[in-house]
C-alpha cells in the first residue's frame, strides 16, 4: 500500500508540475495589444459606436475562454472625430504606445491615411466597414486587411439584384467624398447595364443638415422614379426624416451603406420597406454566427446590429492570424493572415493574398418589422463565387 500510495504520489505531483508549466508558458506570452480607433464623435459616430461595442465584447469574450492561444486581450481606444487628420494622429498614438493591431476606423478615405503609415508605426491594420476599391486597389499596403464587402463585391451583386428592379429613371444622392462618388460610379454602371438611366446625381457635402435643395431637384423631375442613396451617418438620418415629410418616398429609394440598424433606429418608419445592401445580418446560417448572435442576444438582449457584426468579424480575423503566426509581431501576423483560410460568422473565408480582401457571401436585405421592431432583414444572399478576381492594381509592397 506504501509503495502504490507513493506511486501515485510522484504521478500526481507530475501531473501538477506538467499543468504548472502550461500555465506559466501561457501567461508568460505576450498580450495582444489591440488598438481601436474610430469615430466617437463627427458624421460617423453613430457607426463608431456599435463598431467599438463589438470589439469589446470581441475583447471581453476571448479573454473569458482564456485568451487567444493562451494571450490575454488588451484593449486602448482612439477617436479618429471623423477626420483622416485625427485618424492619423489617433492612430499614431496608439501605435506608439504599443496597441499595434489597428482596427475600426469607419470611412475609407481615414483607412487609407492610416494604411500609408502602418510600416513606418511597425503596425497592422483591420479595415471592417470601409468600403473603398482603393483600399484592395492602388492604395493596397501588406500590412492593411479588409473584412468587409468592397464597392467591387457590391457592384457583382448589384449587377445580378437590379434586374428585378422595374424602375427605369434614377437619381443618386450620395456623399461628397471618397466612397460615395465610388458609390455613384458602381450604381451608374449597374443601372446602365441594365439599359435604366440615371438621370441626376447629387452630391451634398459631409455634415449637410438640409436637404430640401437636392430633394426638390429631386422631385422637380416626374420621370425619376427611383433613388439611390449613399450617404453616411447623422446625414443620412437627416436625409431620411426629410425625404420622408417632402413626401418623396413616393419614388422606390435603394440604397447602398443605408439600411444600417442605428439609421432606422433613429428614423421612425422613414426607411419602412427600403432595400439595399447589408454588411451583416443575424440571419446568416452558419454555426459560428449562431453561436455569436446567441452570446450577443445573452448580453445585449437584442440581435447584432451590422456594424457590430462586421466589426466582430474583424477581430476575428486578428485572432486568426495571431494563432497561425504564434506571434504578435504585426509584420509575422501580416504574413500568416495573407491568403489564410479559416472559419468565420460568414462561413469558411479566405483572406485573399492577391489584394488582402476577405472573400464572402454578399445580402441584400429590406427594413421589415420583426418582433415588434423595424430593422434590416436579408432577403438574398449572393454567394462568395461571385466576388470579382483582383485589378491588378494592387502592388503589395
Aim: with cysteine.
Amino acid at each position: 500500500m506504501k509503495i502504490a500510495t507513493l506511486k501515485l504520489s510522484f504521478t500526481t505531483l507530475a501531473i501538477a508540475v506538467c499543468l504548472a508549466g502550461t500555465n506559466a508558458q501561457a501567461a508568460d506570452k505576450d498580450p495582444i495589444r489591440i488598438g481601436a480607433v474610430t469615430s466617437t464623435s463627427g458624421v460617423f459616430a453613430q457607426q463608431g459606436e456599435e463598431v467599438m461595442r463589438a470589439i469589446q465584447f470581441a475583447v471581453d469574450q476571448a479573454n473569458a475562454q482564456g485568451g487567444v492561444d493562451g494571450r490575454k486581450v488588451l484593449i486602448k481606444t482612439g477617436d479618429d472625430e471623423s477626420t483622416p487628420k485625427q485618424g492619423l494622429q489617433a492612430s499614431e498614438k496608439l501605435a506608439r504606445d504599443g496597441y499595434k493591431f489597428l482596427i475600426g476606423p469607419i470611412a475609407s478615405s481615414i483607412t487609407m491615411a492610416i494604411g500609408q503609415n502602418l510600416n513606418r508605426w511597425d503596425a497592422m491594420l483591420v479595415a471592417t466597414v470601409s468600403k473603398s476599391d482603393k483600399i484592395t486597389g492602388d492604395t493596397c499596403k501588406p500590412r492593411m486587411f479588409r473584412t468587409n464587402h468592397s464597392d467591387a463585391m457590391d457592384v457583382a451583386m448589384f449587377d445580378q439584384w437590379m434586374t428585378d428592379i422595374p424602375q427605369k429613371n434614377f437619381a443618386i444622392i450620395a456623399a461628397d467624398y471618397a466612397w460615395g462618388h465610388d458609390s455613384a460610379k458602381t450604381f451608374t454602371k449597374a443601372a446602365e447595364a441594365q439599359g435604366k438611366k440615371v438621370s441626376l446625381t447629387l452630391f451634398p457635402p459631409l455634415g449637410t443638415k438640409d436637404f430640401a435643395p437636392y430633394i426638390s431637384q429631386i422631385k422637380a423631375d416626374p420621370k425619376i422614379d427611383g433613388l439611390w442613396v449613399a450617404l453616411v451617418g447623422s446625414d443620412l438620418i437627416a436625409y431620411a426624416k426629410q425625404a420622408q415629410s417632402f413626401g418623396l418616398t413616393s419614388k422606390t429609394t435603394l440604397g447602398h451603406a443605408m439600411i444600417m440598424n442605428f439609421a432606422v433606429a433613429a428614423t421612425g418608419d422613414a426607411m419602412k420597406g427600403i432595400q439595399g445592401n447589408m454588411e451583416y445580418g443575424a440571419e446568416i446560417d452558419t454555426p459560428q454566427n449562431k453561436a455569436f448572435v446567441k452570446a450577443w442576444e445573452s448580453k445585449f438582449h437584442r440581435v447584432p446590429t451590422d456594424n457590430e457584426g462586421a466589426a466582430y468579424n474583424g477581430m476575428e480575423a486578428i485572432f486568426a492570424g495571431v494563432k497561425k503566426a504564434d506571434s504578435v509581431d504585426p509584420g509575422k501576423v501580416s504574413k500568416a493572415l495573407s491568403g489564410l483560410t479559416y472559419d468565420t460568422i460568414y462561413g469558411p473565408a479566405t483572406m485573399r493574398a492577391a489584394d488582402h480582401q476577405l472573400v464572402i457571401p454578399d445580402y441584400i436585405g429590406q427594413v421589415q418589422e420583426v418582433d415588434g421592431v423595424l430593422r434590416p432583414v436579408i432577403t438574398h444572399t449572393f454567394p462568395a463565387s461571385l466576388v470579382p478576381a483582383p485589378t491588378g492594381e494592387c502592388k503589395m509592397k
